[in-house]
């Protein structure tokens, strides 16, 4: 149920980018913003822990933050995937893309799951 969740709220998230970065970021719908959540998921449980060990001394030595790098490359590789539908103009906007998902995430984790659980 938290997956479904996840997506849902990473849609949400991909839509408004999308709608505050308009060339950069481009979405053709709703539709393609869950599609490319859930494609998103899959890569990050099948892509991103061999990314993350083929680059940890990377992430050691930038103490974690190499990680928003695997972050803008999986999402890269949700672009490639998506076609059309997904469009990232490059790597600076992925990373942008990847550092506001994650914070957004971290906010609703803390603050809204968190208290579901109490």
């Given at each position: 149920m938290r997956w479904l969740i996840g997506i849902g709220i990473n849609a949400i998230l991909f839509m408004a980018i999308a709608g505050y970065f308009d060339d950069a970021f481009r979405l053709s719908g709703f539709g393609a913003a869950i599609v490319a959540s859930f494609?998103?998921?899959i890569l990050n449980v099948l892509v991103?822990?061999?990314l993350i060990l083929l680059?940890?001394?990377a992430t050691i030595?930038?103490?974690g933050l190499f990680l928003f790098v695997i972050n803008a490359i999986?999402?890269?590789l949700t672009d490639a995937l998506m076609g059309p539908a997904f469009d990232?103009?490059?790597?600076?906007m992925a990373l942008l893309a990847a550092i506001i998902l994650s914070l957004v995430n971290i906010i609703i984790q803390k603050?809204?799951?968190?208290k579901k659980k109490k």
């Open positions: 494609l998103l998921s991103r822990p061999v680059t940890l001394p030595l930038t103490l999986t999402l890269l990232i103009s490059g790597f600076g603050f809204v799951m968190d």
